[in-house]
């Protein structure tokens, strides 16, 4: 590339494309000064399968080149690439040769940058190195150059450790308390044991309650008001303590020495130690879902929700905790609903199924519940409320994506109903078409009497043991959706090469994951009442072996589900499907590695390996 102009117009080319737009241009031109232009016709050969790599890596400028893998003389083909991506760069991610032979498919312009230049770029710039290596193996932790820290990668103590603390103990009053809390200016107090262990929490909040409700006066010792601690360790990440205080719907928390109460006190966090962190407080709408008059209320809480979980939606690695948030935000939707309803729960359990009861839900899209009933003399009834609380949740803004149900009762049955279709699924799977039940074997008790829920899960459990047969099937049923292979321009490429318009993430991506997911965990003996990479992390446990499949599987899954997350919050549906158009570089590339994954994983299934641990 002899005149200057030339090299400047192929820098600025390389410069909107990664790895090299994490590259400074005096870089780039020298790169590019030592660098050649090529031409191929249609049909031509770059290089060829299993021959050692020359001196040149390839970035296409113009054209479109296929990736063929060639086997028993049959070829198949692997990936499509177009303007931009590289080409000849297996040699950076430790393969001795070409994996694939690159095809072009048209009349096809490259760069040919010199390949020893290209690697010591690569070692002075760890961004690009990064994007190279997710060419071989996805991963969920990838960051562009200067993202913020993630609140799952922030311990808590960071950011509660400056703030003022009080302390009482349970024999003092609630005005001494109350005028030590002020003057210091914080919004609690640590209640203490006299070995500085947590006896609970005092809050403003606790104290008017008291004395509202005519239980307390000022003069009252300290013990008639304190709430549970809920109590986290200092080591413990700030989504970790997000998470736990969700779950005891708190908005503060005890810093102890070990997470529990007889730890050693070490501090209070709350949400304002914890806005710094995420920009706004993750304390808005959850805790005032409680309180909230209606549903009218409840909608406006459920609209903040979900804008926080999109600010949260910064990379994937945010994913496990952010699903963990907004399951236990539905969750209280539900707890407040049946409260402001009148509807007793005590011989009801009420569940969550499908990506729910998998904990993997943070869309708008309507919860799957499903309704345990245990005196069948209250059947009529309960399906009554069921419906009602069906409508209470689309008002509060959740939504129907699926059409309803032909029978929209089936979802509220007695426990010897549900057992039965259990068994009618198990024992002729065929017949009774246990594909599209897949659902139900996701549930876990989300309000109201959870023993139903855990006696169902054990009569499923037995029916499986008895009948092997229906894992083995459910298995082969994993097979029926494949990923597509590739993005070119905004189309999605299939194995066939068919460029697509759409891109059906839950289908082609996602429900491969999770039926595998929960075939190797029925095939351990556990029917339902956990999540995908639960149920992949308990694989890796029994099948050591095989570690990497599951763990790459379990990394694409949080790339999936952010981008379902992401699309799903912005343009409030349920992420099922994405037109390519929005996806970045980065996010074609994390999904495409992806793919192969969800391939290996699949093969994995078809060979049989996973029945090794059964």
């Known amino acids: 590339m002899q005149t200057s102009a030339i090299r400047h117009r192929v820098t600025d080319f390389l410069a909107r494309y990664p790895p ?116 071989a193996s996805v991963s969920a932790g990838f960051h562009a150059a200067g993202h913020r820290a993630l609140p799952s990668e922030i311990r808590v103590y960071d950011v509660a450790w400056t703030h003022n603390t009080v302390t009482c103990s349970a024999s003092g009053t609630l005005q001494q308390v109350a005028r030590r809390m002020v003057q210091s200016g914080v919004h609690s107090a640590a209640v203490l044991d006299a070995a500085h262990g947590v006896l609970g929490l005092i809050t403003p909040g606790s104290i008017l309650e008291g004395i509202a409700a005519g239980r307390l006066t000022p003069a009252s010792p300290v013990s008639q008001a304190i709430q549970p601690p809920c109590c986290v360790a200092p080591q413990h990440t700030v989504s970790d303590t997000v998470l736990a205080m969700a779950r005891s719907r708190s908005t503060f928390a005890a810093m102890t020495s070990d997470g529990t109460p007889s730890g050693k006190f070490d501090g209070i966090v709350d949400a304002d130690c914890l806005a710094a962190v995420f920009g706004s407080t993750p304390f808005d709408s959850l805790p005032r879902v409680a309180t909230a008059a209606g549903t009218a209320e409840l909608h406006q809480h459920h609209r903040r929700a979900r804008s926080f979980l999109l600010e949260q939606a910064t990379s994937p690695a945010s994913i496990g905790w952010m699903a963990s948030w907004a399951t236990e935000f539905d969750r209280h939707i539900l707890h407040r609903i049946l409260d402001l309803s009148g509807h007793a729960s005590g011989d009801l359990c009420w569940c969550f199924s499908g990506a729910s009861g998998r904990g993997e ?99 499923v459990e037995r029916e499986i043991e008895a009948d092997r047969s229906f894992v083995r099937i459910l298995a082969h049923d994993c097979l029926n959706s494949m990923p597509p292979i590739a993005f070119l321009e905004d189309y999605v490429v299939d194995e066939h090469g068919a460029q697509l318009e759409t891109f059906q993430l839950q289908r082609s991506a996602l429900w491969p994951l999770v039926d595998v997911a929960r075939v190797l ?94």
């Open 20 to 135: 090299f737009q994490e590259i400074d241009e005096d870089d780039l031109l020298a790169l590019v000064e030592r660098g050649r232009v090529k031409f191929h016709e249609c049909e031509e050969f770059v290089y060829w399968q299993k021959s050692a790599p020359g001196p040149f890596v390839f970035v296409i400028q113009q054209g479109t080149v296929s990736l063929i893998e060639e086997a028993a003389g049959q070829e198949k083909l692997c990936d499509v690439r177009g303007a931009g991506d590289l080409l000849g760069i297996e040699r950076f991610l430790g393969a001795p040769h070409h994996l694939y032979s690159a095809r072009t498919n048209s009349d096809v312009i490259l760069y040919a940058l010199p390949a020893q230049d290209f690697e010591a770029l690569l070692g002075k710039y760890p961004a690009a190195a990064k994007y190279v290596e997710s060419h």
């Open 361 to 459: 839900k943070l869309t708008v899209e309507l919860p799957a519940l499903a309704l345990i009933v245990s005196d069948p003399a209250r059947l009529e009834e309960a399906s009554d409320i069921y419906r009602d609380v069906v409508r209470q949740f689309v008002e509060c803004g959740y939504r129907r994506f699926d059409p309803p149900p032909d029978d929209p009762g089936f979802a509220c049955a007695t426990l010897a109903e549900w057992a039965q279709r259990y068994a009618d699924w198990v024992r002729d799977p065929i017949l009774n078409m246990v594909y599209d039940a897949r659902p139900f074997f996701d549930m876990s008790p989300a309000a109201g009497n959870a023993s139903l829920c855990d006696r169902l899960r054990l009569a």
């Open 521 to 614: 965990s029925m095939s351990a003996g556990q029917a339902f009442g956990a999540s995908t990479a639960g149920r992949l992390a308990a694989a890796t446990r029994r099948l050591p072996q095989h570690e990497r499949v599951f763990r790459e599987a379990s990394e694409t899954l949080q790339v999936v589900l952010y981008q379902q997350a992401r699309s799903g919050l912005r343009a409030e549906s349920n992420g099922a499907e994405l037109p390519p158009s929005i996806l970045s570089r980065h996010d074609r590339q994390a999904l495409k590695s992806g793919f192969r994954s969800i391939v290996r994983l699949l093969q994995f299934m078809e060979s049989g390996l996973w029945k090794e641990a059964v």
